[in-house]
Each structure stands twice: as C-alpha cells, then as structure tokens.
C-alpha cells in the first residue's frame, strides 16, 4: 500500500493511493498514520480491506498539499558514510560499523514543502536516502530476517546538511543536521510488502533541473537489515521511528572548489524508484 497523508501543515488527514492512482480518503477507516496504526495489524487490515474493495471516498488531488506520510514520529535516527562511493568522494574510509547521529521530528515536512537555508549558512548540501519506518517494537535483533520482520515500510528522505555547521563547528553532527525544514519526507509510506528487496532501489536527485545523483541502494555499505539490526542494539526502535540509511556520492561536499552548495532559489527534486518524487525550492530562513 502507499499510505500518505494530505491538507495544510497540523490538519493533515490521511489517505492512500490506490494501485489506479487514485487519491483515496481513510479518515473513515483510521484516524491518521502514525506508529500506532503502524503496530495494530488488525487496523492495517481494515485499510487493506478498504483498498481492495475500492470504496474509500476519492479526493480531488488538484492542489492538495501533500504531508509527511508519518505522523508523531519518535525519533530519526540517521546513519552516515554509508555508501562506498559516497565515502571515497569526502575521502573518508569506509566505516567499521554503522555511524549513527540523529535528526529531531520537528525538522520532518512534507516532500514539496520549502526547505530553509539557515542564517549564516554557507554549506547547505543536498542528500537523497532512502527512509526505514519501523512497525514493531525493536531491542536486540538477532538477525538479518528478524530486523526486515520489524520494518513496516519506506519512504524517500532528503536529508539536508550544513556542512560547516556539522563539520567545523565542534561537538557531534547535529549540529548539521536539525536546521528547520532539514527532513522533507514522502510522499508516501510504502508498505514493506511491496518492497521485496530495498538493497535493489535506485536513488536520484536534481538541483535546477542537472542530475547530481545517481546511486542504488545496492552500493549501501551496511545493508537495510543490518542498520536496523545494528541500532537495535543500542537503542529500543519503537513503531514509527525513522531510519534514514545514508546517501550515494553526488553531494555537494564531494565535488570540486568553488562546491555548488544550496542557496535560497535553488530548486531540488529528488526521487527512489517506487517510493515517490520530491521537490523543494529553498528560501532563506
């Protein structure tokens, strides 16, 4: 299923994309989507039930605010250097273990939301990465099977980053990576059923219409599972946390002086095949 959420930023309502295309209402089946409804499986049934009966009420798309597709999220835990090509291009080594910071929910918005350049920034950068909703309480996974079991489904992420403030300005990462609007996420949860294999998932990302990135998921150096895994291990993943699994060479930081970092009317699009597309245009904070 492609779950989603729609209407002006705080009322959104949710919804779900039929397999017609078709804009569909579920604010009569399910209050809203979030890590409760993520959990209750026999709430996720009544949606499915829904869906294939093709009765849920249409809505008219036509300028219609897309949402984030999650609602009261947990937390956002997001895994760095985690692309062999991405790590060559900062001319970093490839970790021996997953590096882990964290974004807050509050930077979470829609996918064509505008997203913020902070004051003072001069190193915002772009990152494409494909998203981990988590649908079952996690602690301790044994195994790669056991952490696919734990996933609920997808979504596609633009992790923005300011370089020097993540970088250069002391302490750990997040510094970077909690700036307003820094998370645009969606359109869409997909459910993980209809992801069979996300080692398999192209990702790209635009900047005023000039490709910039172009990776799989399959060049990732810690695989979907074992990142969830891997957390698990150090924290309690709970229904409706995220996990953004990092993104392939292509960022700003990597290429040549002067970098092309992100200004205020630069407009990025960014898509994972099967997951949905996304488009900012960035404005000054």
């Known amino acids: 299923m492609k779950l989603l959420r729609v209407g002006t930023a705080g009322a959104e309502r949710p919804a779900l994309l039929d397999a017609d295309g078709t804009l569909r209402d579920l604010s009569g089946v399910v209050p809203d989507i979030d ?133 250069e300005r002391g302490g750990t990462w997040d510094k970077g990576k909690n700036c307003e609007t820094f998370n645009p996420l969606g359109p869409w949860l997909v459910t993980a059923d209809e992801v069979p294999d996300p080692q398999r998932l192209p990702l790209r990302l635009w900047v005023n219409g000039e490709l910039k990135q172009d990776g799989s998921t399959a060049g990732q150096i810690f695989p979907v599972a074992e990142v969830v895994r891997y957390v698990s291990q150090f924290m309690t993943l709970y229904p409706g946390d995220v996990i953004n699994t990092g993104t392939p060479a292509g960022v700003a930081m990597g290429r040549p002086e002067p970098k092309p970092y992100l200004r205020a009317g630069d407009v990025v699009e960014l898509e994972v095949e099967g997951l949905g597309h996304q488009r900012q245009e960035l404005k000054d904070a």
């Open 35 to 167: 890590g409760a409804l993520l959990a209750d499986g026999a709430a996720l049934g009544r949606v499915r039930d829904a869906a294939r009966a093709g009765t849920l009420p249409v809505l008219d798309a036509a300028g219609l605010r897309i949402g984030p597709p999650l609602a009261r999220i947990g937390k956002i835990v997001c895994i760095g250097l985690n692309y062999h090509d991405h790590a060559r291009e900062t001319g970093a080594e490839p970790p021996a273990e997953p590096v882990i910071s964290f974004k807050a929910p509050d930077t979470v918005v829609g996918p064509n939301d505008t997203v913020l350049v902070p004051r003072g920034s001069t190193k915002t950068d772009w990152e494409v990465e494909l998203a981990v909703v988590i649908g079952r309480t996690a602690r301790y996974l044994g195994s790669h099977e056991e952490a696919l079991a734990h996933v609920a489904g997808y979504a596609v992420a633009h992790d923005v980053s300011e370089r020097e403030f993540q970088i």
